[in-house]
């Protein structure tokens, strides 16, 4: 199991926990695509299931950013999914139209591709002292990939939107519930158990009458695909560009992908190099 990036288990046939453990950081790279897709696919073909939880093993870290030691050619030759959308985008949305109810249990930093996943669960739940939300990826030169332009406006407004992606700093669960990125922030001690007794009444529901209702749903709140294809490909551009590249190296240098304090305040760390580069 030590290649396994992604846990699935089955707490009853309606009911699954999807656990990312990618120790040391949860960091989403090209080789998780695969894992992550045969979730999703699972999630859309199993006759049982009704309710999945995405929850983390991993002290601090719900799942944070993509990978950027990782070779650009790993990701940018990996087929269409059946959307036709990029692998990543492509699973997202796949995600939010599945016939199940997702939730988002976000214990840890939510950064970047962790954001774009529990923007694409049908619900998030926080825990108040332990839960950070974030997209850093403006203040390193990058435009976001996965969707959350297309998504986050739609939850919490445009200019708190604005504020997110712009300002690129961190979230604490109880200012993202203020702002309706997440539904509600618990107190750590009572997260598990108000996720779990979610997902078990759920799961006591009709599968039929619960993927009817979140279709209705889905078509009054659900982003159309063409507002999220573009997104990817203007990331992945981004990512080249020598300003997006200066920006990364600095964080490299500083300590970003390996444990420490620039993955643990990584909003923090984006702003100071912002600052150093814009004078020197």
């Known amino acids: 199991m030590s290649d396994k990036q992604i846990l699935r288990t089955r707490r009853s046939p309606a009911y699954w926990r999807v656990t990312i453990n990618h120790p040391p950081l949860n960091i989403f790279g090209p080789d998780t695509i695969p894992q992550l897709n045969g979730v999703i696919t699972a999630l859309e073909t199993d006759e049982q299931i009704k309710v999945v939880v995405f929850d983390s093993a991993i002290e601090g870290f719900f799942l944070t950013h993509y990978d950027f030691l990782a070779k650009i050619e790993d990701t940018t030759s990996l087929p269409p999914g059946p959307t036709g959308l990029q692998p990543l985008p492509d699973m997202l949305v796949r995600l939010s139209r599945a016939p199940v109810a997702s939730i988002a249990l976000i214990r840890g930093r939510a950064t970047g591709v962790g954001s774009e996943l529990a923007l694409a669960c049908d619900m998030r739940f926080a825990s108040r002292e332990k839960a950070i939300l974030s997209h850093f990826e403006v ?16 939850l919490i407004g445009r200019g708190r939107a604005l504020e997110v992606f712009l300002g690129a700093d961190d979230f604490p669960g109880d200012l993202a519930e203020r702002y309706g990125y997440v539904n509600r922030s618990l107190p750590d001690a009572e997260l598990d158990g108000f996720v779990d007794a979610l997902a078990t009444r759920i799961a006591s529901f009709d599968k039929r009458t619960i993927s009817e209702t979140k279709r209705f ?27 997006a590249q200066k920006r990364i190296n600095k964080l490299l240098e500083q300590g970003f992908h390996k444990p420490g304090d620039v993955e643990s305040r990584l909003g923090y760390h984006v702003g100071q190099v912002g600052q150093l580069i814009e004078e020197s």
Not at 139 to 152: H, N, S
Not at 224 to 239: G, K, N, Q
């Open 139 to 154: 203040g390193a030169g990058i435009v976001p990939g996965g969707g959350p332009m297309a998504r986050l406006p739609r």
């Open 217 to 243: 749903v889905d078509v009054a709140s659900l982003p159309p695909d063409y507002e999220i294809a573009p997104e990817w490909d203007v990331c992945l551009a981004s990512i080249m560009r020598p300003a």
